[in-house]
């Protein structure tokens, strides 16, 4: 049984910096893709940043990169997203997923792709 289980939301002012953190058991996570996705109220889940198996290679949307950093520890099957320059509209409940097998970067961004899922981290952004 795979259990991912994020921390480290919160809220936060505009401009403020959180980090989340993303707990793995059950299975080894590092050995594919991991990303994290958000869904904002109304709106459809997504997807935020992935990193690759080795942790080589990093990929974000658009709307986070260059303030978000997507990381993983893999001795400690954890995988981290550091927040910063935070906006209102990064308001939003965060998930963690991880990928049961091998798939290519240019389906990072597809959250049907991944197998595993947390349970979501509430952030808040205030302005």
């Known amino acids: 049984q795979v259990q991912l289980v994020e921390s480290g939301g919160g809220l936060v002012q505009a401009g403020d910096s959180l980090r989340l953190s993303c707990a793995a058991s059950?299975?080894?996570?590092?050995?594919?893709?991991r990303a994290w996705f958000r869904q904002a109220p109304g709106k459809e889940r997504e997807f935020v940043a992935a990193i690759n198996w080795s942790g080589g290679s990093t990929y974000y949307a658009d709307s986070v990169k260059g303030r978000f950093t997507i990381s993983g520890d893999n001795a400690k099957n954890t995988l981290y997203l550091q927040m910063n320059s935070l906006k209102p509209s990064d308001t939003a409940v965060y998930y963690c997923?991880?990928?049961?097998?091998?798939?290519?970067?240019?389906?990072?961004?597809?959250?049907?792709?991944?197998?595993?899922w947390g349970q979501g981290t509430q952030v808040t952004v205030s302005s």
């Open positions: 059950g299975r080894t996570l590092s050995r594919y893709a």
């Open positions: 997923a991880g990928a049961a097998s091998y798939f290519g970067s240019s389906w990072y961004p597809d959250l049907s792709r991944y197998a595993y």
